[in-house]
Every structure is written in structure tokens, then in C-alpha cells.
């Protein structure tokens, strides 16, 4: 699935400029950081991907689906092509480990066999089967990081968006969510993540599209955190 | 099909989670609708009993001596308000009033030749009529007297009237305040569930998946809550026309089954229909607002 944006811009009341002027092309099956200083408008670009908001100006194309003019009746069938991690995770905290996982699919009418099948292959595939019947409160950091990773797995999306996917964990952790990561996009699926955390992007380097200000500043192939001459 | 298991599920979830809520909204619900459902049959049966009156409320038009009855019938024919005309000749109306005196009847006889003329018995389609058309009966020339129970006439039309807007007070009253609690039930419901709501949003769930369960929440609380008071007005009215018809048997009470079920029906579908309206009220407007991109 591929998205395009052209000349997107985004403004909040009152004239608050969150982007400006985006012009920016994702292919099928890419990885891709998005990188940048708090309030550069990473989290406004996810929102816009996953028509949270919509843009003041300029067009957002994804899989030959204008956003801007897209019905209302659409935007379910839409998202469901989605993988989406949010930063807060927002994991509902009176479902257990599997029943956050299986809700999703039982929004979109799944056969409940299939809901058991997909939610324990999904569970197993990020090492959360044996905590199924926990609640997300019982879960360390990573876990529920993993569990937000395995809701946004569960509908096999065509994109997956995750925000900020490594804050606030530790090293090791990080890396195995960032395997997970790899894994998904190994399977064709474009990921957009955006985030801060310069050890992950300058380890497993992959494009990096730098925002500053709401601007575009950088995109550069196979990118690192900081361009050399930051250093 | 699989999509209907989840909302049924998720409703008797939503049910069980506002468990206390649910109670108080169902015992709201319960006497409203006990009150509504009361007062409407109270209504009932003072109609029925106005109506009962009504058709032997008679109006007796006294004919002047020598003049023809046939005539003043076919100009009474043509009045509004006319339900049934009888004319009473003079022997007739000797042997009515005979009838009518019982051990007193031999004192007619003392009168001799029958002082009675000929007179015009009529009936009116409704107790408020009788004053409107004995102005009219009075303007005719071959009109000696007309006798009718005026007093009785209008104090039936005055109790009627008000009964009618006593009940559409305490309904309106009882609908409105029903209407209202409904409402926030759902709403306190879907503000519980605002973070599941926005994830199922993002998640991709059609609003029909997200608004059945509370909309299927309003329509069972306030179809349980009609069904009980239903329930209870059953058993009191039935008690209550035992004990009618065994100490006063002359009141007419409404006692037609056929009549009984069909108004208890009515009270559940209004309980119906105002749980669906009020839910859905509700989370339309409440989905279309979190859904709608900023």
C-alpha cells in the first residue's frame, strides 16, 4: 500500500502551524523512521495517515484513496487495512491480554473460530501466549508495548503505523519490539514509525525522513539519526 | 450473523457492567411507566363511564297542543349533534309516567283526561352537546317546553374535558422524565466506554457495531421497565374490578379483555419505542461527533 502526500499542511486553531507544505511518497513494503524534535509534527503526520484529522491544505493519497474526499462510511473499511500503535498504547484495561487482542477482530464480524485461531497465533508470534489471560496492569512496560504491537498485527494490515514504539524502555526490550518491527515489514507490510530513539534508527538503519517545524528537512535512503555533519 | 452474537454479548455486558445504574434506571423506568400506564387507564374508564352517562342523558321536547310531531322531527333530523330521536304520543307518555311513579300511578287517574301532549325524546352524540342543541330545539315555534338534565349535562362534559387533560399532563410528564433518564443512562454508558469506542473508531469498526449494544441497552431497560409495570397494573386493575363489581355493581368499569390487552401492548411498545428513540438519540450524536475528523 502505498501513500503519497502533496502539498499537505496542517493547521490547529488557533493558527497553530503543525505541518507545512509536506510533500512525501512511501512505497509499498518500505520502512520508514520518522524522526525530529518534539512538536515537529511526527504525531500529526500519523494522525492525518490514519485520518484521525484531515488536512487544511494539499492532498493525502493512500492505495489510490484520497483521504480528503473519503466518506465517512468508507473510513471503517479504510482503517481496517491499518496497523496502528499508539504512543499511550491504549490498551483497554478491563480486557485481558487475549480478549485485546480478539476484540479487534470481532469488530469486523470475524467467525469466532477465527478470532481464537488469529488472536493465539498473533499472541504466540510476540511471546505474549502464556500471559493471555492477564490484564494489561500486570503487564511490564515491554509487554504492553508488545501487546499494543500484536493488536495492531492482529487484522494483518497493509500499513503500520507505530508511534513511538521504544519510549521508555530499556535497550533490550526496544530491540526485541524493533525485531518485531522488521519481522512485520519482512512480511511485505510498509511500517511508518516514528520516534527517538537514535540507538534503534542508527542500528537497523532503514529511510529516515527528518521533520523540523513541520517541514520536511531531510529524507535520505538507509538515513542515520543525526546527519554527519550534527555530530 | 457473527457480528449480531458480539452486539447481543456486548449489550448484556454494558447491562452487568452499570449493573447498579441499570437498576435504578429500570426502577425509574418501572413507576413511569406504573404512572403513565395508571393514570391513561384511570382516564379509561372515567371516558367509559362519561360515555355510559351520556347515552342516557334524554332530552324531552314537550310539543305545543294541535300541532303536528312529524313536522318538528324532520327539522330535528337535520340538527347537529343528534344520536336518536323517539316521539312519544300522549297515551305513551301517560303509560311511561305511570311506569315512572310506581305506587304514586293512581294519581294520575285522579287527573282524568290525559294532560300529556305529544313529546320528542332525544339523545346527543356527546354530553357537552345538550346545552348547544336545547338553544336551538327552543327557537322552534312548535315548541312548548323542553325538559333536560342540564346541570348533570355539563358537569359530565367539564369532568371529561379535564380528565383528558389531567391524563395528557401525567403522560407528557411521565414520557419526558422517562425520556430524560434513558438518555443519560446511555450516555453515562458511552462515556465509560469512550476509550474502547475511540479504539474500535481507529480500529476500523462500522458505527452500527459501535451504537447497537447501547441502543440495544435503552430499548431492554426501558422494555423491562414497561413490562413490569404492565405487570403490576395488571394484577391491581384486576384486584380492583373484583372488588368494583362485587360491592358496586351499577359502576361500569372497563372490563373488555380484548380492550385490556391491547392497552397494556400499547404501554410495552411505548416502552419499546422510547428506549430505542432515546438511545439512539444518544449515540448518533455522540458517534457522529468522535468519528467526524477534526
Known sequence: MEIRLAGVTKIFDPDIVALEDIYLNIDKGEFVYLVGATGSGKTTLLRLITREIVPTRGQIVVAKRNLRSMRNSILPYYRRELGVVFQDYRLLQHLTVLENVSFILETTGAHPRTVRDVASRVLDDVGLWRLRTHYPLQLSGGEQQRLAIARAMVNSPSVFIADEPTGNLDLHTSEDIMQLLLSINAAGTTVVVATHDQYLVDAYRQRVVELHKGRVKRDESKGRYFVDDEF | ?294
Request: hydrophobic share 50%.
Open chain 2, 1 to 294: 450473523m457473527t457480528s449480531f452474537r458480539y452486539i447481543v454479548r456486548d449489550t448484556f455486558r454494558l447491562v452487568s457492567r452499570h449493573w447498579g445504574l441499570s437498576i435504578l434506571t429500570l426502577v425509574t423506568a418501572v413507576s413511569l411507566f406504573f404512572l403513565l400506564g395508571s393514570s391513561a387507564l384511570f382516564s379509561l374508564n372515567v371516558k367509559n363511564f362519561v360515555s355510559e352517562v351520556e347515552d342516557d342523558l334524554v332530552i324531552s321536547v314537550f310539543i305545543k297542543e294541535g300541532e303536528d310531531a312529524s313536522n318538528l322531527v324532520a327539522s330535528i333530523q337535520e340538527l347537529d349533534y343528534v344520536n336518536d330521536i323517539k316521539v312519544i304520543p300522549p297515551d305513551k307518555g301517560l303509560e311511561l309516567l305511570r311506569a315512572k311513579l310506581g305506587n304514586q300511578a293512581r294519581a294520575v287517574t285522579l287527573i282524568g283526561e290525559n294532560p300529556l301532549p305529544w313529546s320528542v325524546q332525544i339523545k346527543v352524540v356527546k354530553a357537552g352537546f345538550v346545552t348547544p342543541l336545547v338553544r336551538d330545539l327552543m327557537a322552534f315555534p312548535d315548541v312548548e317546553e323542553v325538559v333536560y338534565a342540564g346541570h348533570l349535562a355539563e358537569k359530565l362534559s367539564k369532568v371529561s374535558s379535564m380528565m383528558n387533560r389531567v391524563s395528557l399532563a401525567v403522560l407528557i410528564l411521565a414520557i419526558t422524565i422517562t425520556a430524560l433518564v434513558l438518555y443519560n443512562t446511555v450516555k453515562i454508558a458511552l462515556y465509560s466506554k469512550q476509550k474502547e469506542i475511540e479504539v474500535m473508531l481507529l480500529v476500523g469498526a462500522t458505527h452500527t457495531y459501535i451504537a447497537l449494544p447501547f441502543v440495544l441497552q435503552g430499548m431492554i431497560l426501558s422494555t423491562m421497565g414497561s413490562l413490569i409495570a404492565v405487570m403490576m397494573i395488571a394484577g391491581s386493575y384486576s384486584s380492583i374490578t373484583g372488588i368494583v363489581l362485587s360491592t358496586l355493581p351499577f359502576m361500569h368499569i372497563v372490563n373488555d379483555p380484548v380492550l385490556i390487552m391491547r392497552f397494556y401492548l400499547v404501554i410495552t411498545g411505548t416502552g419499546m419505542t422510547l428506549g430505542w428513540l432515546c438511545s439512539w438519540f444518544a449515540v448518533h450524536k455522540y458517534i457522529v461527533r468522535a468519528c467526524c475528523p477534526e
